[in-house]
């Protein structure tokens, strides 16, 4: 005869499957993705100067002949560059000939500019201001250039004593993740160029509309015509 089943309680409490921590899932992801990004971005890091257009020394070559060419008109100055752009052949599809501008508040300066080219490597504006202005250069993702074309501009690094003078003809080097505080202390306008990684910059563009100027339509058109050529430039496959 068989025994009757035992009716004794199963001692200690049933198996459960074993959860994962979700700080550790979480970690894990983090992990995941920055393994799978950070190759990519280090190869592009190291073939940025394949996707440039523009060369630093011919738009320095370019200023030089505007300023000897035409003195003191801005006008005519920007007016000549951005026809020299277009007419060659290899530029001319990456040239905004729209001759918008707009205000633009940054590292408490204020100016104004026309945005020649933009795309994720490389933009080029002309930029300046009829009265002055003086700021934050800005600590940077992208090497900037910049071009006087008319006025003086000034700029300074902190511990030295004397300020960089840059006159109308010459450039004003800002290396990548340098800063500087730079001054226009009256009427100055030049062609500026960044190459480098250039979405990154547009937080440090767009900061002082939100924590200080309010400027809502300024910023409207400033995305719509950033975001316009840049996404143009992409689909023509200039990254």
Known sequence: MAPPP????????????????????????????????????YLLEANLHRFYVFDVDELHDLTKRAVATY???????????????????????YINRDEDWMFNNAGGAMGAMYIIHASITEYLIIFGSAIGTEGHSGRHTSDDYFYILSGVEMAYVAGQYEP???????????????????????????LEYAR???????????????????????????????????????ARGKF
């Open 6 to 41: 035992s009716s004794q309680p199963s001692l200690g409490p049933p198996s459960q499957p074993q959860r994962k921590s979700p700080g550790k899932s979480i970690w894990l992801k983090l992990l995941t993705i920055l393994g799978v990004l950070l190759p990519v971005y």
């Open 71 to 93: 003195g003191n008109d801005t006008r005519a100055m920007a007016d000549f560059i951005v026809r020299e752009l277009d007419g060659q052949a290899s530029l001319s599809t």
């Open 164 to 190: 960089e003078i840059y006159p109308p003809g010459s450039v004003h080097h800002l290396h990548r993740g340098h800063v500087k505080q730079y001054r226009m202390p009256e009427k100055c306008f030049a």
């Open 196 to 234: 480098g990684w250039i979405p990154p910059m547009l937080f440090f563009g767009f900061a002082d509309f939100f924590t200080s100027t309010l400027d809502f339509p300024t910023l409207g058109k400033t995305v719509w015509i950033t975001g316009r050529e840049m996404l143009g430039n992409l």
